[in-house]
């Protein structure tokens, strides 16, 4: 699986702007409702649940907000270069301004497992996190975010 599976130019925002976790999490299940035509609000309670079981701030400015949705019917992604970072509880307590959603169906357990892992493993690369954060466009974040599944 790679990202360019999980995620499209339509799924990936250079524009967020917000001041808490909450707002962040809200803005995402949005835009993720919009292109999933799951409901808003149950996409947002599923990560805010998620939350709860401990945070999905990985260190390193980076989160990996992730749940289950019953009416999904394939894994969906969506990438946000936060304007500025907010506290996301992450482990190292480093605000967050890198924030990649998961969303995978009710019975794509090792499927998503296999995303998370992906996409936990292409932001571990703090060359291409830097890159991520000088990029003024959702166009250029989607080719840095891709450019390893591209070049394969």
């Given at each position: ?90 482990m190292d307590d ?49 080719a840095v975010l ?7």
């Amino acid at each position: 699986m790679e990202i360019a599976d999980l995620i499209s130019p339509e799924t990936v925002f250079a524009d967020i702007k917000a001041s808490s976790k909450k707002q962040t999490l809200q803005e995402l299940s949005r835009r993720a409702a919009a292109t999933t035509g799951c409901d808003e609000k149950e996409i947002l309670n599923v990560l805010i649940e998620r939350e709860r079981l401990g945070t999905t701030g990985v260190g390193q400015g980076i989160a990996i907000p992730h749940g289950k949705l019953a009416s999904l019917d394939r894994i969906h992604g969506f990438f946000a270069r936060l304007d500025s970072g907010v506290d996301f509880d992450a482990m190292d307590d480093m605000p967050v301004d890198l924030v990649f959603v998961l969303l995978a169906p009710e019975e794509g357990g090792a499927d998503h497992l296999k995303a998370l892992a992906r996409v936990s493993r292409t932001l571990r690369d703090s060359a291409r996190c830097e890159r991520l954060r000088g990029t003024e466009n959702a166009d250029a974040l989607f080719a840095v975010l891709t450019e390893d599944s591209i070049a394969a």
